[in-house]
């Protein structure tokens, strides 16, 4: 184990823990803007760095305040939308309770030597950000693997369906999206204004291709994705003049376009993308 069996764990860590299956930053960007996700852990990767590193981040301001700098904004921002590439399964209360057993050295490192933050003070940066994380991860799943075996963790994982039960779940899926799509189709020919955001489920686009619901040749795809390319590029531009947006996802969005124009991959352009690409095909597919 990479935590000493004399230290344990207490039950609120474990219901962080089990929490994180449902609060992860995966599940959160799902539910919520990427750019506020990345927002509330920029926010909180700053006051860790704060409380656990004292590295001095805020600076007064001609008014005599204490207030972030455009440039550790962006620096902390790039931090957090790497930590959500690498680690989407730990959850922001994870990442706190990550640095909170880190001071209190209850991590090891690969080589299992205890990790100190004192080696780190006065410093933050991704390859810190990097060891203290994995090393949680490796612990987070010991956890699991001791409590699984004394079932304390069984109440909160669902029960696994069997194969049979699975692909009757997905047929009565299948025709409910395909009544759903044949419906607004119907709707569309009678002169209904269709809402791509709002009309349209991303969701619908895999099933109804599969089963030649709907079909497209290889050159229309290829149109209809590029399509989407400009579509998501143009939304992110028009981010940037959104007045209720905080000067930290400002930054984020000011980041990603910057990745985009010079050929860099950026994982929430590419799944805002596949989002976009999907609804247009079943968007495109309404005037066949």
């Not at 003070?121 to 490796?138: E, N, P, Q, R, V």
Request: hydrophobic share 35%.
């Amino acid at each position: 184990m990479i935590v000493s069996e004399e230290n344990g764990i207490n039950k609120s860590d474990l219901k962080i823990i089990v929490e994180s299956k449902f609060l992860c930053l995966r599940n959160l960007i799902k539910t919520n803007d990427f750019f506020e996700v990345s927002d509330m852990l920029t926010t909180r990767l700053i006051g860790l760095a704060n409380l656990y590193t004292g590295v001095v981040i805020e600076k007064q301001n001609i008014n005599g305040e204490l207030v972030v700098s455009d440039a550790a904004l962006e620096e902390y921002s790039s931090f957090s939308q790497w930590v959500i590439k690498m680690y989407p399964s730990l959850s922001l209360n994870e990442i706190s309770l990550a640095f909170e057993m880190a001071a209190a050295k209850k991590l090891k490192d690969e080589k299992g030597r205890v990790i100190s933050l004192k080696t780190y003070f006065g410093k933050f940066h991704a390859d810190m950000l990097g060891d203290i994380l994995s090393s949680y991860k490796k612990w987070k799943d010991s956890v699991y693997f001791k409590y699984d075996k004394s079932k304390t963790l069984l109440d909160f994982k669902s029960k696994a369906l069997t194969q049979e039960e699975k692909e009757k779940l997905n047929q009565e899926a299948r025709k409910a999206i395909t009544k759903e799509y044949e419906d607004l189709k119907s709707r569309f020919k009678n002169g209904y204004k269709v809402d791509i955001d709002n009309d349209i489920k991303r969701s619908w686009a895999k099933p109804l291709v599969e089963s030649g619901i709907i079909s497209f040749s290889k050159e229309q795809k290829s149109c209809i994705y590029k399509q989407s390319k400009s579509d998501v590029l143009a939304q992110y531009k028009r981010s940037m003049s959104d007045k209720n947006k905080t000067v930290t996802q400002l930054q984020s969005i000011k980041n990603v376009i910057k990745k985009i124009s010079t050929g860099q991959e950026d994982e929430d352009y590419d799944l805002k993308v596949i989002n976009r690409y999907s609804k247009l095909l079943i968007f495109k597919s309404l005037e066949l």
